[in-house]
């Protein structure tokens, strides 16, 4: 469940020890050999979790938590988690498959019982963030387990918001009944990471509406959209009450066999709140 902010904020610092503590807990291996691993999930079995994670994802979430891309998501973790290090060891010894507060979800990789195709790094989903920032704009982010930059066909990751609308609507999937969108934006990911490109979809009007290219950014296995908070207008609930998921699938509007993974498994997150940043890609 979201955790009441502190009343000090942390300065954005991450001590070398503290850093490998907490990467030992969020499905990092230290990094063994040069060269990139091959994207195929060897060791990753449905629906059991696994601890495997490649070079490339490490390497993401370090990059992030130094200051590089995604670190509004890094500032915002060390706001809302209280006790990191007991986190990261009961990732570590299998107590917790999954940790959710405000804005941000990390789970230990996996596939989604129900899907029925190859397993694939890019659809195998470690983090998704949902972050407000200065100008009144939201930034949404994941990332997965080995980038998409090696891999050779498309992949769609999905961010579901619930805007108010949701719980009429009904789940997304029936048998995930805890995600009820009521809309999603779809960054589509084309082979080896180029060609990108994405849209929102209105569940409530059936309206889809494209989003320019430029507010995109794919690096490694990170994908992170920018947008501005009335491409999301209100069905019911103020913004900093708008919830989110995510989810990853190898077609647009892909049926569950199709869906790799989710995060959370079964649920939805309120949205982080994190005015003091401004937003880049």
């Given at each position: 469940m979201p955790r009441p902010s502190?009343?000090?904020?942390?300065?954005?610092?991450?001590?070398?020890?503290e850093g490998r503590t907490l990467l030992s807990g969020f499905a990092i291996e230290p990094p063994h050999g040069a060269g990139v691993r091959a994207a195929i999930l060897a060791r990753v079995h449905r629906p059991r979790f696994s601890l495997n994670f490649n070079r490339a994802g490490e390497t993401a979430i370090l990059n992030a938590m130094l200051g590089g891309a995604g670190h509004e998501f890094v500032a915002l973790a060390l706001r809302e988690v209280r006790n990191p290090l007991g986190v990261a060891a009961g990732f570590a010894n299998h107590t917790i498959t999954q940790y959710t507060v405000r804005g941000i979800v990390v789970k230990q990789i996996n596939l989604q019982s129900g899907y029925t195709g190859a397993p694939h790094d890019a659809l195998a989903l470690n983090i998704g963030g949902a972050v407000v920032l200065k100008g009144k704009k939201i930034e949404l982010g994941a990332i997965v387990r080995g980038p998409f930059t090696t891999t050779p066909f498309a992949t769609d990751i999905v961010f579901a918001l619930n805007r108010g609308a949701g719980a009429r609507l009904g789940p997304y999937y029936a048998s995930r009944p805890g995600i009820t969108p009521d809309a999603l934006v779809t960054v589509s990911?084309?082979?080896?990471?180029?060609?990108?490109?994405?849209?929102?979809?209105d569940l409530t009007t059936g309206t889809t509406t494209p989003i320019s290219s430029p507010v995109i950014s794919v690096q490694g296995p990170t994908v992170r959209i920018l947008l501005n908070a009335s491409q999301l207008p209100s069905d019911g609930f103020p913004f900093k009450h708008y919830t989110f998921a995510v989810w990853s699938e190898t077609q647009p509007n892909a049926p569950i066999q199709d869906?790799?993974?989710?995060?959370p498994e079964d649920s939805m997150v309120p949205i982080g709140i994190e005015m003091n940043l401004r937003p880049t890609l």
């Amino acid at each position: 469940m979201p955790r009441p902010s502190r009343t000090r904020r942390p300065a954005l610092r991450v001590e070398s020890l503290e850093g490998r503590t907490l990467l030992s807990g969020f499905a990092i291996e230290p990094p063994h050999g040069a060269g990139v691993r091959a994207a195929i999930l060897a060791r990753v079995h449905r629906p059991r979790f696994s601890l495997n994670f490649n070079r490339a994802g490490e390497t993401a979430i370090l990059n992030a938590m130094l200051g590089g891309a995604g670190h509004e998501f890094v500032a915002l973790a060390l706001r809302e988690v209280r006790n990191p290090l007991g986190v990261a060891a009961g990732f570590a010894n299998h107590t917790i498959t999954q940790y959710t507060v405000r804005g941000i979800v990390v789970k230990q990789i996996n596939l989604q019982s129900g899907y029925t195709g190859a397993p694939h790094d890019a659809l195998a989903l470690n983090i998704g963030g949902a972050v407000v920032l200065k100008g009144k704009k939201i930034e949404l982010g994941a990332i997965v387990r080995g980038p998409f930059t090696t891999t050779p066909f498309a992949t769609d990751i999905v961010f579901a918001l619930n805007r108010g609308a949701g719980a009429r609507l009904g789940p997304y999937y029936a048998s995930r009944p805890g995600i009820t969108p009521d809309a999603l934006v779809t960054v589509s990911i084309g082979p080896y990471g180029q060609n990108n490109s994405a849209t929102i979809t209105d569940l409530t009007t059936g309206t889809t509406t494209p989003i320019s290219s430029p507010v995109i950014s794919v690096q490694g296995p990170t994908v992170r959209i920018l947008l501005n908070a009335s491409q999301l207008p209100s069905d019911g609930f103020p913004f900093k009450h708008y919830t989110f998921a995510v989810w990853s699938e190898t077609q647009p509007n892909a049926p569950i066999q199709d869906v790799g993974s989710f995060v959370p498994e079964d649920s939805m997150v309120p949205i982080g709140i994190e005015m003091n940043l401004r937003p880049t890609l």
